[in-house]
C-alpha cells in the first residue's frame, strides 16, 4: 500500500477489532501491528509510535465515529461514519430480514443485531429508508401467508432448536402430484 493510505488503512483495522469487542492499547497495536504493517507503531516502544496510535484514533474520531477509553478502548457507535452504501436490492433485502426475523420467530435476537450493525453503517437516508422498506414486506408477505402455526407444533420445534436436536416431520408439497407425505428431516440450531 502506498505510504500516503497507510494511515487510512491503519485506522480501518483499529475500527475492525473495535467492533470486536473493548481493547487494550497492546491488544489494538498488537493487531494492526500483525495484519498491516509490523512496525505500525513500532510496538509502542517510540513516542514517535505512540503519537502515530494517538493519531489514528484521533482521526477516528474527526471522521465522526465514538470512541470512550477508560483503560481500554470502547466503540461506542459509528456515529457519523457511513462507510457502506447499499444500492436499492440490498436495501430491500435487508428489510426482508429484518421483517422475516421479526421479534419472536426463530433466530430473530442474532438476526436482528446483525442487521442494526448493518444498518450503522449505513449513510442516515438509507437507514431511515428500511422502517418503510419493512412496512411494504410486512403487507406484501400477510398476503401471500395465512397459515397460523399450531401452538404446540411451535413450541416443539422451539424445543428441538433449544436442544440442538434432529427434526422430522412429513411434509406434502404441492409440487408432488401423488399428494402423498414425504419424511423428511432438518438438523436445527440456534443463533445461526
Not at 45 to 68: C, M, S, Y
Request: hydrophobic residues 40%.
Amino acid at each position: 500500500m502506498a505510504p500516503e493510505r497507510a494511515p487510512f488503512k491503519r485506522c480501518l483495522l483499529l475500527l475492525r477489532r473495535l467492533a470486536h469487542g473493548p481493547a487494550d492499547w497492546n491488544t489494538l497495536t498488537d493487531f494492526v501491528e500483525g495484519h498491516y504493517d509490523g512496525e505500525a507503531y513500532a510496538g509502542g516502544l517510540t513516542p514517535a509510535g505512540k503519537k502515530r496510535f494517538d493519531n489514528d484514533i484521533k482521526q477516528l474520531r474527526e471522521w465522526g465515529v465514538d470512541i470512550a477509553f477508560d483503560g481500554d478502548y470502547h466503540l461506542q457507535s459509528y456515529g457519523d461514519f457511513d462507510p457502506v452504501a447499499l444500492g436499492e436490492q440490498d436495501l430491500n433485502t435487508l428489510a426482508f430480514l429484518a421483517e422475516t426475523f421479526a421479534p419472536g420467530s426463530v433466530n430473530a435476537n442474532a438476526v436482528q443485531q446483525l442487521l442494526r450493525r448493518v444498518a450503522d453503517w449505513l449513510p442516515e437516508s438509507e437507514r431511515l429508508s428500511l422502517a418503510a422498506r419493512r412496512q411494504r414486506w410486512r403487507i406484501d408477505l400477510e398476503r401471500k401467508d395465512d397459515d397460523v402455526i399450531d401452538a404446540e407444533v411451535q413450541a416443539r420445534i422451539e424445543r428441538a432448536i433449544a436442544q440442538h436436536r434432529l427434526l422430522r416431520f412429513a411434509y406434502r408439497s404441492p409440487g408432488q402430484a401423488d399428494g402423498t407425505p414425504r419424511t423428511h428431516r432438518a438438523a436445527v440450531a440456534s443463533g445461526l
